[in-house]
């Protein structure tokens, strides 16, 4: 068996333990310390997440910061209380990625004088030991939809763990296991190793158009938290992504600001980007990401500079 399959597999079993989503087990999300006061995550990366540029995909980044600045507030809560991303801000330092990813994040308290709480945290994320990442996020405290319990978040542990048989999958574990097999045959097509299985799963077929860039996405729940709307962090990295396309090649990504407008769901996301600026040194473009009935779920705006050489 395929050795990603397999991972799916793996992943597909331990979603069915209350709280965890699919992309976290998936990836084998790692949780060290959580206090009130700082909390610890952790990634092992594999062929399973590393993409055409030989680095772990944005996506994997995204998602596991936001899942650090997520997890210190919680820490400070109950079990029930939900969180929903307000904002993430994410400042990468450049450079290639590689090794074990650690995210440390801080609590910052909560926010004054608002008639709701959220919570306010920060982040610095490690490759192979070295600060990949730095960042921050706001959280706002809600209630679970109704007629669903919140759970603590297990560690998504895949040593030991046994594949689920695809004769015991109910409906929903055959879609998300049919979204993996289309990644994987999408990547076996690929020449020369242009896109990998990560990519094909994760990254959005954005294309280039007069002064931006357009994407669809064909949502999923490969791409989704455990009350079904796109999670957070994937989101800003699909969005990232598409603004990515609207610049030349020889441009790299150097920070993601995103504010979260309401649930990004619905079958099909539109994610629409502007070029702001393009000057000789920086780049600013704007993002915006509309699901269900075309509301727009997500406003971003990423910060880009020419590579070296």
């Known amino acids: 068996m395929d050795a990603i399959r397999r991972r799916a597999l793996v992943a597909l079993g331990l979603n069915r333990a209350p709280g965890f989503h699919f992309a976290g087990n998936f990836l084998g999300v790692e949780f060290g310390t959580i206090a009130p006061d700082a909390a610890q995550v952790r990634i092992a990366p594999g062929p399973f ?4 540029d030989g680095q772990p995909h944005f996506g994997v980044v995204a998602l596991l910061a936001d899942i650090a600045l997520a997890m210190v507030v919680r820490a400070n809560l109950t079990p029930s209380q939900r969180l929903g991303t307000v904002s993430l801000h994410l400042q990468l330092k450049g450079g290639q990625i590689s090794g074990p990813l650690v995210a440390d994040s801080s609590f910052a308290g909560f926010l004054d004088g608002a008639a709701g709480r959220q919570g306010l945290s920060r982040v610095t994320l490690s490759a ?3 600060a990949a990442l730095i960042g921050q996020g706001t959280f706002m405290v809600m209630r679970p ?3 669903m319990t919140m759970h603590p978040i297990p560690s998504a542990i895949h040593a030991g763990a046994v594949p689920l048989a695809e004769g015991e999958l109910d409906t929903s574990e055959r879609a998300t296991l049919a979204r993996v097999d289309a990644a994987l045959a999408r990547a076996a097509r690929a020449t020369e190793g242009r896109i990998r299985f990560i990519d094909a799963l994760w990254s959005p077929n954005a294309r280039a158009t007069r002064g931006g860039a357009v994407a669809t996405v064909d949502n999923g729940p490969e791409l989704g938290n455990r009350v079904g709307h796109v999670q957070g962090g994937l989101q800003a990295a699909l969005a990232a992504a598409t603004a990515a396309a609207a610049l030349p090649a020889d441009w790299m ?7 979260y407008i309401r649930a990004c769901e619905g079958r099909r996301l539109t994610i629409t980007s502007r070029i702001v600026h393009q000057g000789r040194g920086t780049a600013v473009v704007r993002t915006r990401i ?3 009935g075309r509301r727009q779920a997500l406003e971003v705006v990423t910060t880009h500079v020419p590579r070296e050489g």
């Open 290 to 292: 509309a699901g269900k």
């Open 128 to 130: 192979g030991g070295q």
């Open 49 to 52: 997440c590393i993409g055409a």
């Open 253 to 259: 990504l150097t920070g993601v600001s995103a504010w």
């Open 145 to 147: 939809p109704p007629g």
